[in-house]
């Protein structure tokens, strides 16, 4: 009887217990015990891309791409110059081609982590984070055609009355028919989707629809009420707009006049806190 009763007490005791109550207590790694410390079994991959916590500025990059000299190498990049960028050493960042076709991630990724084959280097420990997103948005529109403030107030109506029954009013995704389609609208405030996005393919989606997915095309329609032909240099216009809810154009941050001096590193995220960044929430991407 004791027997019995002296195993169900050892079944209901936790195994720690057990192991820290046993005679031989120390645990060993057998000689392992240095590879604890070494540091690639905890650094990050050199391609993985963090997002961003609010929407990176184009205003705050410009000043960044300024203070960091960029157009020391990239001249003329500023004035948008055309040409085929893959012919030079140093690509023409204000061609339209190239800009279309580069994924705003890779341009992150390729600033974070630089190039040795193209001399380029890292900025990774001379920027935060979110200082990088800034520069990758306003690399890229170099070679775009951004909307001034103007145009965009244009487009609200016409966003309004042809995407926001789907999309919603702020792009993400909840408009009233949203909950009677499947898959569900794209959320344009989703970083992970849209920076995974060329302008070509937002084109397309927009242009052509999404077969099955219950994205129409626009291409060659008319909206008579606000007196709108979706052309092709409208549909051009559409796919910036859309790009705004996860783009600024005005300046949101404090942090980017300390740019070219000795920096957070990118995973830090410095310039992100909420007294630093625009404490709106991300706006938008397809």
């Known amino acids: 009887m004791k027997l019995k009763n002296l195993l169900l007490l050892l079944k209901a005791l936790p195994l720690t217990t057990l192991l820290c109550s046993c005679g031989q207590s120390e645990f060993k790694l057998s000689g392992q015990e240095s590879r604890l410390a070494e540091r690639r079994l905890t650094e990050a991959p050199l391609d993985l891309i963090v997002w961003p916590d609010d929407r990176p500025s184009i205003a705050d990059g410009k000043s960044i791409y300024e203070k960091m000299q960029c157009a020391g190498c990239h001249t003329g990049a500023d004035a948008g110059s055309s040409g085929t960028s893959a012919t030079k050493a140093v690509p023409d960042l204000g061609n339209k081609l190239w800009s279309a076709a580069v994924k705003p991630k890779d341009i992150y990724r390729f600033l974070t982590y630089g190039d040795p084959d193209k ?22 529109s170099l070679g775009s055609a951004r909307l001034s403030d103007a145009e965009i107030a244009a487009i609200d109506p016409v966003f309004g009355s ?34 995974d ?13 999404i077969q099955w997915e219950g994205m129409p095309n626009f291409l060659g329609k008319v909206d008579r009420k606000k007196n709108v032909k979706f052309d092709d240099a409208y549909i051009h216009k559409l796919v910036q707009y859309v790009r705004k809810f996860t783009i600024a154009n005005s300046p949101v941050s404090t942090v980017a006049s300390a740019a070219g001096g000795s920096q957070p590193s990118a995973g830090a995220n410095a310039a992100s806190s909420p007294s630093e960044r625009s404490k709106s929430k991300p706006e938008a991407t397809p």
């Open 119 to 140: 001399k380029h280097e890292a900025y990774r420990d001379r920027l935060s984070r979110s200082q990088i997103w800034d520069l990758t948005v306003y690399t890229k």
């Open 162 to 195: 042809n995407c926001a029954v789907c999309h919603g009013t702020k792009g993400d995704g909840d408009g009233p028919l949203a909950r009677n389609l499947e898959p569900m609208p794209a959320n344009f405030q989703k970083f992970d989707r849209f920076f």
């Open 197 to 209: 996005r060329t302008d070509g393919v937002l084109y397309d989606h927009i242009a052509n629809g």
